[in-house]
């Protein structure tokens, strides 16, 4: 079952900030997060383990709340390089789920403009 | 070169017929993905695999069949292609599970 983000499209001017959500039904292991450009492949931004910790480089950084199965994605002060979409991917917690591996969600299309 | 690539990056097909797509990676990783993308759907995923000979199914794998007797390679099969396989393919690998996945440049794959 593919984990939840939201909004789906957010546009925002140079600057300003913005957050993407990411739930799931499932207890989690990990969530990664991965940004797309259009015609392009998916790339890696980070992955965020089991144990609530948050993540950073740049501008760009995430937390995870393994209890409420949630994960945020957070941009400040964006750039025009960073207008693509953006996937959360989980990892069910194997204990309780098996064998699931890394599913992504619906996506969140985020356009900057000057 | 090192990496993971896909072949062929276009493919057009005519319904019934089997098409497959390849994947290969150059890292020795022991996980290996495929995904299709749709608008609207994001990234669904297809089939994974643990390590060669270990395949499972994922969220939408019906049509679809994969092998891996090589942990380099990981082909995605279409036995008999319908429209609504039409769509763009991604391949992924990753080193171990909880690591980056690493993604081929996609197969848009086109059913008439």
């Known amino acids: 079952q593919q984990p939840v983000q939201s909004p789906q499209a957010v546009i925002l001017r140079e600057g300003e900030d913005a957050v993407i959500n990411c739930s799931s039904s499932k207890a989690l292991y990990s969530v990664h997060w991965y940004r797309q450009k259009h015609g392009e492949a998916p790339v890696f931004l980070m992955i965020l383990l089991k144990g609530g910790e948050q993540k950073g480089h740049d501008k760009i950084s995430a937390s995870f709340n393994e209890k409420k199965q949630q994960s945020s994605l957070y941009l400040t002060a964006s750039q025009l390089s960073y207008s693509g979409t953006y996937f959360c991917?989980?990892?069910?917690?194997?204990?309780?789920?098996?064998?699931?591996?890394?599913?992504f969600g619906t996506g969140t299309r985020l356009t900057i403009i000057p | 070169d090192a990496g993971i690539t896909q072949s062929p990056r276009y493919k057009i097909t005519e319904t019934g017929r089997q098409v497959t797509l390849m994947c290969h990676q150059t890292w020795s990783h022991s996980y290996m993905f495929w995904y299709r993308q749709d608008l609207g759907h994001g990234l669904r995923l297809i089939y994974y695999?643990?390590?060669?000979?270990?395949?499972d199914k994922g969220e939408v794998p019906d049509g679809y069949v994969v092998s891996r007797s090589k942990t380099e390679n990981f082909p995605l099969t279409l036995e008999s292609a319908t429209r609504s396989q039409t769509s763009v393919y991604f391949c992924?690998?990753?080193?171990?599970?909880?690591?980056?996945?690493?993604f081929g440049q996609g197969t848009r794959l086109t059913v008439v």
């Open positions: 991917g989980t990892e069910a917690d194997f204990v309780n789920f098996g064998n699931e591996k890394l599913t």
């Open positions: 695999s643990a390590a060669a000979d270990i395949t």
């Open positions: 992924a690998s990753c080193y171990r599970d909880s690591t980056k996945a690493f």
